[in-house]
């Protein structure tokens, strides 16, 4: 059985949770757009001040910081800090043939610590909340590889 096939359930829920963790961090461009858009507002750049057909009305505030859309986009950053780590750790992890329970839980367990972080951050809960969730999933990542790397180190 190859390492890197759906044949093999470890790949396979490695799969299945590399998917969800883009898709959601896919999810948090779009929810900054879609904040941008319905408060009219944290655009970055001057030139999103021109007047288009979606912004009729340019204003100079539309540029200014707005924590409705940079909340939004302060968790589409931390996903991007996070993702890459967790779909390479993933792999290595896959590559030391795991028994299937570990990759269950540290595979899926990441990404249930990654949306609990994006629930907490969104419903706005203190920083001890959203840092738990956020540790729990580097946990995560640092056993997969630790795991791997021994795993290398003793072949």
Do not use: C
């Amino acid at each position: 059985m190859d390492l890197l096939s759906l044949d093999n359930p470890v790949f396979r829920v490695y799969v299945i949770a590399a998917s969800l963790a883009i898709l959601k961090m896919i999810g948090h461009a779009f929810l900054t757009v879609y904040r941008m858009m319905h408060g009219h507002s944290g655009f970055l750049n001057p030139e999103d001040l021109r007047k288009t057909p979606l912004n009729p009305q340019p204003d100079a505030q539309q540029i200014a910081p707005n924590d409705y859309v940079e909340r939004a986009r302060r968790m589409h950053r931390n996903e991007g800090e996070n993702t890459p780590l967790f779909l390479a750790a993933g792999l290595l992890f896959v590559a030391a043939a795991p028994p299937l329970w570990l990759a269950v839980v540290l595979l899926y367990g990441y990404v249930a610590m990654r949306l609990a972080h994006a629930y907490a951050y969104l419903s706005e809960r203190d920083h001890e909340v959203r840092a738990t969730f956020f540790t729990l999933g580097v946990v995560a990542i640092a056993v997969m590889s630790v795991y791997a790397l021994a795993a290398a180190l003793s072949h």
